[in-house]
Every structure is written in C-alpha cells, then in structure tokens.
C-alpha cells in the first residue's frame, strides 16, 4: 500500500517569513495529492491540492510543488501569520487518502 | 453550501460498551469515507463508500466494527464491544468522486472509552 512520509515533524517560524513542508510517497499510482490543514478539536480542512499531471500550483500566498519522478511534493506557505498556526498534514490517493504524520507549524508574532 | 455533519461530537463510554457514529456527507457526493484519528497522528481510512455499496473496508476491524450506508446518503459506524484502544477520533469525509476528486472531513467525533 501507499505510504507517505512528512517532514518536519514541527516548525517554528518568525511571522511574515516563509515555511516548507516536504512530502514523499511510495505508490505511482497515486495521482492526487492534498493538503490538509487541522485546528485544535476540528477536522482537517482542505487548502489546497495538485494532481499529478501538474508540476506546481498556487493561490495567495500557498504554493504546491510536485515532483513524480523522485515521489515527492512540498507546501510552501510565505507571508505567514500567526491564524497560519496549526497542524497540516499531507496525503496521497489511493484512492482512500493516506496521510503524512503531520507537522505543527508556530507562527511566532 | 452545508458541510459534512457529524454526531455527536463526543461521546464518552466504558469498555465493553457499544457506540455508533452518525455522518451525513456533503449533499450530491457519491463517495463518503470514514477514518479514524489517533491523537497527533494522521487520519486512517477504515471505510470507503460508493453510493451504498462498500468498495475498500480491508482496514476496518470487522471483529467489531461495522459499517452502512443505507440509500447511499447517510452513514453510521458502530462499534461494538468497544475496547480502550478505541479511543480517538472518527472522522467522516465526503467526495463528489473517488481517486482524484477532493474530500471534504466532518468535525469528527471524540470518542473517549473508560
């Protein structure tokens, strides 16, 4: 089966700078790839995902990157701030979503 | 637009116990999934619905749990007896489609078993 692996577990960053989020996955056959992001006591909630005949998306100030050939798709998140602070978690389709381990991103003001 | 709806949003039981979850998806989406969430760990997908008919449940514990999805609308997972292991959170999602198509996650339910 698909599995997906997320760095860096957590990420402190200073708010108005950038953060990256770095995925891998295992299965070729995955061909979606979603971003999730997850407040304290809510379900995770979709921000932004890339299929995989895409090399890279954005809106605002969220940006995906996917590389098929080495199995692996980054968040990049610039201008943070502080609401930007929770959990985000990647995930592959297969189809049923298999999900990074998460990472808990700090905004710091 | 609704989300998906899920109840309760917790619930509290002793082992042994049963307990069922309720979930209505997102109105017109096809495909309703349930995953279960460990504390800091990322969702895992115990059931996958198309329409009333379950198409992946290879990772649901079907000593005992169980799933249905009458009319291909609402969806409920029970759990029954449940142990202290089941403790989590049982979150319901909902897709207009299957591989590719995006899924929309309920709130979840805290299940907390004593």
């Known amino acids: 089966g698909e599995n997906v692996e997320q760095h860096p577990s957590t990420l402190s960053v200073q708010e108005g700078d950038s953060a990256v989020i770095k995925c891998t996955y295992s299965d070729s056959a995955s061909n979606y790839f979603p971003w999730y992001k997850q407040e304290l006591g809510k379900g995770p909630q979709l921000i932004i995902d890339?299929?995989?005949?895409?090399g890279e998306k954005k809106d605002q100030r969220i940006a995906v990157t996917l590389n098929k050939t080495a199995k692996h798709f980054s968040l990049h998140i610039t201008e943070t701030q502080p609401e930007d602070s929770a959990v985000y978690f990647c995930?592959?389709?297969?189809?049923?979503?298999?999900f990074g381990s998460g990472t808990q991103l700090t905004v710091l003001p | 637009e609704a989300g998906v709806v899920q109840s309760p949003r917790y619930k509290i039981i002793e082992k042994k116990q049963p307990v069922a979850f309720w979930c209505n998806p997102i109105?017109?989406?096809?495909?309703l999934y349930w995953y279960l969430q460990n504390l800091g760990q990322g969702p895992e997908l115990l059931i996958r619905?198309?329409?009333?008919?379950?198409?992946?449940d290879s990772q649901l514990p079907k000593d005992r749990f169980s799933a249905e999805r009458l009319k291909g609308v609402d969806s409920t997972l029970k759990i029954q007896p449940a142990e202290l292991g089941d403790s989590a959170v049982y979150l319901c999602?909902?897709?207009?489609?299957?591989?590719?198509?995006?899924?929309?996650f309920g709130p979840g339910t805290r299940l907390t078993v004593t």
């Open positions: 619905y198309e329409n009333e008919e379950a198409v992946d």
């Open positions: 999602a909902s897709s207009p489609g299957g591989r590719g198509y995006e899924q929309y």
């Open positions: 109105s017109g989406h096809n495909t």
């Open positions: 890339i299929r995989s005949n895409v």
């Open positions: 995930a592959a389709s297969s189809p049923g979503l298999t």
